[in-house]
């Protein structure tokens, strides 16, 4: 076995494929677009993002944050991609999906440890390295694949998609340029509502028509990313305390704090596409573009792209796999990204990245890499072996997963901000220890290196 399979051309097997090449192993990488498409890709690029260009917050102390750092400090090719393609957007990292995706096929092709195959893989061998980072959205013969090398039922939530409307048709009379608190400038677009409007828009959303899902399945909504419409149906002010907050964001014309605020975020460097922040749903298409023109601001409003739902596939995790990302049945297949279970793309990079070590370690014949405790890396590589099997859920990753600050850690810190970036500081410290110790021998890290 001197050569590793990586299966899904995503963010989590790039990095994957990445890490174990700039290692110095061949890698052979299957990406199944275009010759098979999925219901939510456009393209044939690797690492497409389909559901916001957001990576989440880069602002220091934050668990994010702690997670990016760790990354970028691990030579991460998606984390490059990131700095490559960067959009304003506060304290966000937000991409140009276009730019971000065509960074990292370039230097996916232009490595010569890495043959790129298009084509669907439908049987999984046993006796190769193999990392599975097919993703959320793997064919269904691979599901079944999947199901049988795990022993277990497929599972799945249904996730959704935000639309994207022309920049040029948003009503700049009405809405304005500001970042919630100041944070990074005035990089969003805020569409302020009052009450009557808030009402009216609530009332049309919560009674627009849906596509229909399957009849046969039930359906699993992920919680971090409930569809508009399901929201709301938990209350008349849900919103107005989740995606249509307007805490923060006085409106210059009036220095007043609307009663509701629609955030559209930048899409691309042109700066001529925005997406509507939290604003996934499955409404049928029409019924968006009624719905949502009843935004103050966005009344003209042309859909580049129309929010949509797509079935989510990930597995069981805590019963097959450790916290190296490998099976434990068989020590020579690994998975990542979400398919494993974990949710965001910096948590799936996360996965790949430690999958794709791990993978150059199980070909060597070497001892497998545990990252370190405090890391969030390590977190979440926890989680995905350890946590309870009962009712696994997919998992984005917050302090809650973090090794908590000893009493000691904690001593003189009173308030939550600086007990967080005191466990931003240690994890951190921590990981270079541990890389220095555990990647020193680690071939070519850069992307200039292929270049």
């Not at 069981?316 to 099976?327: L, N, S």
Request: hydrophobic share 40%; proline share 5%.
């Amino acid at each position: 076995m001197n050569e590793i399979n990586v299966i899904g051309g995503g963010l989590a097997g790039t990095e994957a494929a990445w890490q174990a090449a700039q290692a110095g192993a061949q890698v052979c990488l299957y990406e199944m677009r275009p010759v098979k498409p999925t219901p939510a890709h456009r393209t044939d690029k690797l690492a497409e993002i389909v559901c916001s260009n957001s990576l989440k917050s880069d602002e220091p102390g934050s668990a994010p944050y702690l997670l990016k750092e760790e990354l970028r400090r691990g030579g991460s090719l998606v984390m490059d991609a990131a700095r490559a393609s960067r959009v304003p957007a506060g304290a966000a990292l937000s991409v140009d999906r276009q730019k971000f995706s065509e960074f990292i096929t370039e230097a996916i092709e232009r490595h010569p440890n890495i043959t790129l195959v298009r084509e669907e893989v439908t049987r999984i061998p046993e006796d190769a390295v193999t990392i599975i980072a097919a993703g959320p959205l793997c064919s269904d013969d691979l599901a079944a694949e999947v199901c049988r090398l795990t022993g277990d039922d497929q599972l799945y939530f249904y996730d959704a998609i935000a639309p994207i409307i022309a920049a040029d048709s948003i009503n700049y009379d009405i809405a304005f340029f500001a970042a919630r608190y100041g944070k990074g400038g005035d990089d969003y677009v805020n569409c302020p509502l009052d009450e009557a409007q808030y009402q009216t828009f609530y009332d049309a959303l919560i009674s627009a028509r849906s596509v229909p899902l399957h009849r046969f399945e039930e359906t699993r909504w992920f919680e971090a990313c409930l569809p508009l419409e399901e929201l709301a149906r938990r209350g008349r002010d849900t919103l107005r305390f989740g995606p249509m907050k307007p805490v923060g964001l006085p409106d210059p014309k009036t220095g007043r704090i609307a009663h509701a605020c629609v955030q559209l975020r930048q899409e691309n460097l042109m700066a001529d596409a925005y997406g509507l922040v939290g604003f996934q749903n499955h409404l049928r298409y029409g019924e968006q573009e009624r719905v949502l023109r009843l935004v103050p601001g966005l009344e003209n409003a042309e859909f580049l792209q129309h929010g949509q739902i797509h079935r989510n596939t990930y597995i069981c995790a805590p019963r097959v796999i450790d916290a190296t990302m490998k099976m434990r049945e068989h020590p020579h297949i690994f998975f990542a990204g979400q398919i494993s279970g974990v949710e965001g793309y910096v948590e799936s990079v996360a996965t790949g990245w430690l999958a794709g070590h791990n993978a150059v370690r199980a070909m060597r014949g070497q001892e497998m890499l545990y990252a370190p405790p405090r890391s969030a890396i390590g977190a979440l590589a926890r989680y995905v072996s350890g946590a309870d099997t009962k009712n696994y859920q997919p998992v984005n990753i917050t302090f809650g997963l973090l090794e908590p600050l000893s009493i000691e850690e904690k001593r003189g810190l009173r308030h939550k901000r600086d007990r967080h970036a005191r466990q931003v500081e240690l994890a951190l410290k921590e990981w270079d220890t541990w890389s220095e110790t555990n990647l020193a021998n680690d071939a070519m890290r850069t992307v200039a290196a292929v270049r």
